[in-house]
C-alpha cells in the first residue's frame, strides 16, 4: 500500500506539473496575443506611438479628470504629398518617425501624442506657462530635420484649442484643434493658430448650415444661374456656366459661406448632382421652346473623383432628358489632377468616352504640369481672373499670353475669366483669346433672365 500510495504521489505530481507547465504556457500565449491585438488596434505601425483610437480613448479618460490648462494640438505638415513623391515613401516613413519623437520630446511630460492619419498628428497635454513660447518652440524643433542623411525644411500647420471645465465631448474638442488648423492650413507667413471667439462663430454658422442643408435642398432653396460665356472674335454667345446660389430666409447665402463646409462634409457630391440635373431640365426646356440651347459648363467637385461611379449617374440624368452630351461642359479644378488617391488619367478618359466636354478650371493657380495637359483629354483651358488683373495690358510679355499659346498648340480652347473692362477685352481680343467670361458681360443670372439674354444674342 505504502509503495502504491508513493507511486499515485509521483503520477500525481508528474501530471499536475505537467497541467501547470501548460497552463503557463497558454497563459504566456494569451498574453502574447492580447500585446499582438493590443498593437493591432491602438499602435501606429510607422511611428510606434498611439493610434487615432487610443488617442480618442484616452482623450474621453482625460476629460474625466479635473480640467486646468489643459490643451489639444493638431498638427500635420503642408505639402506632405508633394514630399512623398520627390523623396519616396521609405523616406517619409523615416520623417514621419521623427516627426513623433520630437513632438513628444518638445512637449511637457505625460503628454499623450499620437499619429492620426496621413501626416496628422495630435496631442493632450498640461500647460501652466504661455503656450505660444511652447508653440514656438515645437516649430522651431520640427521644421529642420535630418533624414537619411538629407537636410530637409518642413512647414508645418499647428492648430491648437484649450480645453476648459465645461467640455464633456472629446471628438467636439478635438474638431475645434482641427478646425484651428485648417484656418491657416497652407499659409507660410503662421504656423499655429488658437481657437478664439472669431472661429467659434464660424463653427456656429457651420452647424446651423449642416442643420439645415438636406431640408434646403429638398425645398428647391438652392437655384442654379448662369454666367454667359462669349466668343472673343464675334461677341456672340458661346455658351454659359452654371452656378449655384442658397436663397435662405429670403436673403441669398454666398457660395464662399458653404461651399467650402460642403466640400468637407461631403454634402457638395449631393449638390453637384442636384444642380447637374438641374441645368439638364433647364436645357431640356429650351430645346423644346427655342429648339436652340447653349454649351453649360458645370463645376465637378474633386470628391466626385475618388469613385469613378459618378459618371454613370451623370449618364443615367442625360438619357432621362435626352441631352447631347457635348452640349454639357464638366468642369474639374487643378487640385483635381494630382490628388494622389485619384486616377485622373483613367476617369477624365471615360468622360472623354462617353461624350463630354472637359474644362481645367483655374488653370496656373493649382499644381497641374504642361505633362499633365498631355495627358488627360482636355478641350478647354480656363485662365483665372488673378492672371487678367495683374497683366500689363499694354505689353505682349503677360502669362496670358504664353497659355494661350499652350491652348492653341495643343488645340485646345480658353476661357478667361473675371473680365470687367472694355481694355480687358481689347487686350484678349489683340492676343487671340477664345471666350469671354466676366461682369463686362453680364453677372450671372436666374434661368429666365438667362433665356432673354441668349436669345438676344444667338
Not at 480645453?163 to 482641427?178: G, H, M, P, V
Not at 437655384?223 to 464675334?234: D, T
Not at 449631393?270 to 427655342?290: A, N
Amino acid at each position: 500500500m505504502n509503495e502504491i500510495s508513493q507511486e499515485s504521489f509521483v503520477v500525481f505530481l508528474f501530471i499536475s506539473t505537467i497541467v501547470i507547465a501548460i497552463c503557463i504556457y497558454i497563459n504566456i500565449l494569451k498574453q502574447k496575443q492580447n500585446k499582438k491585438l493590443y498593437k493591432v488596434a491602438y499602435i501606429d505601425d510607422i511611428t510606434q506611438l498611439g493610434n487615432a483610437s487610443y488617442f480618442k480613448e484616452k482623450g474621453i479618460e482625460y476629460l474625466q479628470k479635473p480640467i486646468q490648462n489643459e490643451y489639444i494640438i493638431a498638427l500635420d505638415v503642408n505639402k506632405f504629398n508633394a514630399i512623398n513623391k520627390i523623396y519616396g515613401y521609405d523616406f517619409c516613413n523615416s520623417l514621419l518617425k521623427e516627426l513623433g519623437n520630437r513632438l513628444v520630446k518638445s512637449l511637457p511630460e505625460n503628454n499623450i501624442t499620437c499619429r492620426m492619419s496621413n501626416d496628422i498628428f495630435a496631442s493632450i497635454f498640461n500647460y501652466e506657462d504661455d503656450i505660444k513660447v511652447l508653440l514656438d518652440k515645437i516649430v522651431k524643433s520640427l521644421s529642420n530635420l535630418q533624414i537619411n542623411n538629407i537636410n530637409i525644411r518642413i512647414n508645418l500647420s499647428i492648430g491648437v484649442y484649450k480645453i476648459n471645465s465645461e467640455d464633456r465631448d472629446f471628438n467636439e474638442c478635438l474638431n475645434k484643434a482641427y478646425m484651428s488648423r485648417s484656418k491657416i492650413k497652407g499659409l507660410y507667413n503662421k504656423n499655429y493658430y488658437i481657437f478664439d471667439k472669431e472661429l467659434e462663430n464660424e463653427l456656429i454658422e457651420e452647424e446651423q448650415i449642416e442643420s439645415c442643408m438636406e431640408s434646403a435642398l429638398k425645398n428647391g432653396e438652392f437655384k442654379v444661374i448662369y454666367q454667359p460665356k462669349i466668343f472673343a472674335e464675334n461677341e456672340g454667345i458661346a455658351g454659359a456656366e452654371a452656378l449655384v446660389r442658397w436663397y435662405k430666409n429670403g436673403e441669398i447665402l454666398s457660395p464662399g459661406k458653404f461651399i467650402p463646409l460642403f466640400e468637407k462634409n461631403k454634402f457638395i457630391i449631393k449638390l453637384d448632382l442636384y444642380v447637374f440635373e438641374q441645368v439638364c431640365k433647364d436645357i431640356s426646356e429650351w430645346k423644346e421652346k427655342y429648339n436652340y440651347y447653349p454649351i453649360v459648363s458645370i463645376n465637378v467637385s474633386q470628391d466626385h473623383f475618388v469613385n469613378e461611379s459618378f459618371i454613370d449617374e451623370y449618364l443615367q440624368i442625360t438619357n432621362k432628358y435626352n441631352i447631347d452630351r457635348k452640349t454639357l461642359d464638366l468642369e474639374i479644378t487643378e487640385s483635381a489632377t494630382v490628388a494622389p488617391n485619384i486616377d485622373i488619367v483613367k476617369i477624365t478618359n471615360k468622360i472623354k468616352k462617353e461624350g463630354f466636354i472637359i474644362s481645367l478650371d483655374d488653370f496656373g493657380t493649382g499644381y497641374s504640369s504642361l505633362g499633365m495637359l498631355q495627358n488627360i483629354p482636355i478641350d478647354v483651358i480656363k485662365v483665372d481672373k488673378i492672371f487678367v488683373d495683374k497683366a500689363d495690358l499694354s505689353s505682349n510679355r503677360n502669362i496670358i499670353n504664353h497659355i494661350i499659346l499652350i491652348a492653341k498648340s495643343l488645340n485646345v480652347q480658353t476661357v478667361i475669366e473675371g473680365v470687367e473692362t472694355k481694355q480687358q477685352v481689347e487686350f484678349i481680343k489683340k492676343i487671340k483669346g477664345d471666350i469671354i467670361q466676366g461682369y463686362y458681360y453680364s453677372k450671372p443670372m436666374l434661368k429666365e433672365e438667362f433665356e432673354k439674354y441668349f436669345n438676344e444674342h444667338r
